[in-house]
């Protein structure tokens, strides 16, 4: 019932700058920490970034001054503005969520992602 969809990637040159969407539906009662993720062939999923229901963020050392994480708790949504992208930027993108969301049988909290969205930086 609650997914998370995704917007936003596409292939940019170095330098450039993208803008990721990510919005959360269904049967939600609230939704705690989102944050992004980036995984590339052969490698582990990191973290990119992540920003709390109240406002605070947290970014990966590879990023920080470049990218801003911040969301509409109204809508939903968490936002990732990459600026100054490098050709070492390109992975998929992963939005994630903690959700608690309102089921038949009661309410269960847990993480949800994203389908993933291709960002790629060329030289």
């Known amino acids: 019932q609650v997914q998370l969809v995704e917007s936003g990637g596409g292939l940019v040159q170095a330098g450039g700058s993208l803008r990721l969407s990510c919005a959360a539906s269904?049967?939600?009662?609230?939704?705690?920490?989102m944050g992004w993720y980036r995984q590339v062939p052969g490698k582990q999923r990191e973290l990119v970034a992540a920003?709390?229901?109240?406002?605070?963020?947290n970014y990966a050392d590879s990023v920080k001054g470049r990218f801003t994480i911040s969301r509409d708790n109204a809508k939903n949504t968490v936002y990732l503005q990459m600026n100054s992208l490098k050709p070492e930027d390109t992975a998929v993108y992963y939005c994630?969520?903690?959700?608690?969301?309102?089921?038949?049988?009661?309410?269960?909290?847990?993480?949800?992602w994203g389908q993933g969205t291709q960002v790629t930086v060329s030289s």
């Open positions: 269904g049967s939600i009662f609230s939704v705690n920490t």
């Open positions: 994630n969520a903690d959700i608690t969301a309102n089921q038949a049988m009661g309410v269960m909290k847990r993480d949800y």
């Open positions: 920003i709390t229901r109240g406002g605070p963020t």
